[in-house]
T-cell receptor
Framework: GENVEQHPSTLSVQEGDSAVIKCTYSDSASNYFPWYKQELGKRPQLIIDIRSNVGEKKDQRIAVTLNKTAKHFSLHITETQPEDSAVYFC???????????FGTGTRLTIIP | NAGVTQTPKFQVLKTGQSMTLQCAQDMNHNSMYWYRQDPGMGLRLIYYSASEGTTDKGEVPNGYNVSRLNKREFSLRLESAAPSQTSVYFCATNRQGANEKLFFGSGTQLSVL
């Protein structure tokens, strides 16, 4: 089955700086890569996703890049703000498969 | 329009007790999922239901059973709770399949003593 590794497990950045979280996956057939944000005590919520026919996708201050050859994808957050503090999960799945495999999460802390 | 509703929010059990976690959605979604979340281990799939009348095992099904009662409801049962099942449980739904946005319930914090 699919295996998703996520790094780092914790990340602290100064407010206004950029944050990068990286994930690798094992199944070369995977073609859908979402990112979920979970604030303390809350439910996970989708913030951005990318499909394998696209190399990069942006939504305001967040972006995701995908390198299918190397089987890794990354989340980039620019101009970080205190409300970006949360746990971020990457995930991967294959079209037609019901199983979405999550990474182990990154706790991002924004230092004011 | 409540979205995905999970009950209860908190539960404490003794080893060997049983309980059922309830999940209901009013989004007319076909697929429903149960995940457990443990520190440092992310979200792991327990069981899922691709459509009404079907259920399948996920990554960590041992010790659990599920029922897709109808299109709206998907329950998770612990027949004989063990301390290793102490976790936060999330129900999630989407229109169809793992390649679409998941909508999560608010979670159930379960402690087994």
């Amino acid at each position: 089955g699919e295996n998703v590794e996520q790094h780092p497990s914790t990340l602290s950045v100064q407010e206004g700086d950029s944050a990068v979280i990286k994930c690798t996956y094992s199944d070369s057939a995977s073609n859908y890569f979402p990112w979920y944000k979970q604030e303390l005590g809350k439910r996970p919520q989708l913030i951005i996703d990318i499909r394998s026919n696209v190399g990069e996708k942006k939504d305001q201050r967040i972006a995701v890049t995908l390198n299918k050859t190397a089987k890794h994808f990354s989340l980039h957050i620019t101009e970080t703000q205190p409300e970006d503090s949360a746990v971020y999960f990457c995930a991967a799945s294959t079209f037609g498969n019901e199983k979405l495999t999550f990474g182990t999460g990154t706790r991002l802390t924004i230092i004011p | 329009n409540a979205g995905v509703t999970q009950t209860p929010k908190f539960q404490v059990l003794k080893t060997g007790q049983s309980m059922t976690l309830q999940c209901a959605q009013d989004m007319n979604h076909n697929s429903m999922y149960w995940y457990r979340q443990d520190p440092g281990m992310g979200l792991r799939l327990i069981y899922y239901s691709a459509s009404e009348g079907t259920t399948d095992k996920g990554e960590v099904p041992n010790g659990y059973n599920v029922s897709r009662l109808n299109k709206r409801e998907f329950s998770l049962r612990l027949e004989s709770a063990a301390p290793s099942q102490t976790s936060v449980y999330f129900c999630a739904t989407n229109r169809q399949g793992a390649n679409e946005k998941l909508f999560f319930g608010s979670g159930t914090q379960l402690s087994v003593l």
